[in-house]
């Protein structure tokens, strides 16, 4: 038998394997960084409209504009979604649905606005590459959602 060699090309992609092990590992923390950064971001941006409910509907009658719905029931729906989507998200439970919803959100806020700077549009544009990550691969290995579909499906 002869003694079998590893070229060189075999040696860096057995650790490009090894390094991309690794980063695998970081999934799950990655994701829930996501998920509470986002979270945060829109769950104090629903604390703010609740503060002060008459400056709220002035701002979805003068700056947001949301079509087809009534500022009224715009500001309520929006708020809605901002305070009980990113606790979903940030759990991990109905993670998916919750970072779609958020998605949603953030999508009509951009709309909706008359005019956004170019800083609050990269910020935008930045969150929802994170919910569509987070809408896509789903909310993680360290989420409710991953613990309790197995014990649900089980019966």
Do not use: C
């Not at 500022?71 to 901002?82: D, K, M, S, V």
């Not at 993670?95 to 800083?119: C, H, K, Q, T, Y």
């Amino acid at each position: 038998m002869t003694p079998t060699t590893t070229s060189p090309l075999q040696k860096l992609l057995g650790l490009w394997q090894r390094f991309s092990a690794a980063l695998d590992l970081l999934q799950p923390a990655a994701a829930l960084a996501a998920r509470l950064y986002v979270g945060q971001v829109f769950f104090l941006s629903g604390l703010t409209k609740l503060r002060d409910w008459d400056i709220t509907v002035a701002l979805f009658t003068d700056e947001y504009r949301v079509p087809l719905l009534s500022p009224a029931l715009a500001a309520w729906l929006g708020t809605a979604g901002e305070l009980l989507l990113p606790v979903l998200l940030v759990l991990g439970l109905a993670g998916r649905f919750s970072a779609l919803g958020l998605f949603v959100v953030n999508a009509v806020a951009v709309i909706s606005l008359s005019e956004i700077a170019p800083a609050a549009l990269q910020q935008h544009m930045f969150w929802g590459a994170l919910l569509a990550g987070l809408a896509i691969y789903g909310p993680g290995a360290w989420s409710l959602d991953r613990w309790l579909a197995p014990r649900i499906l089980r019966g």
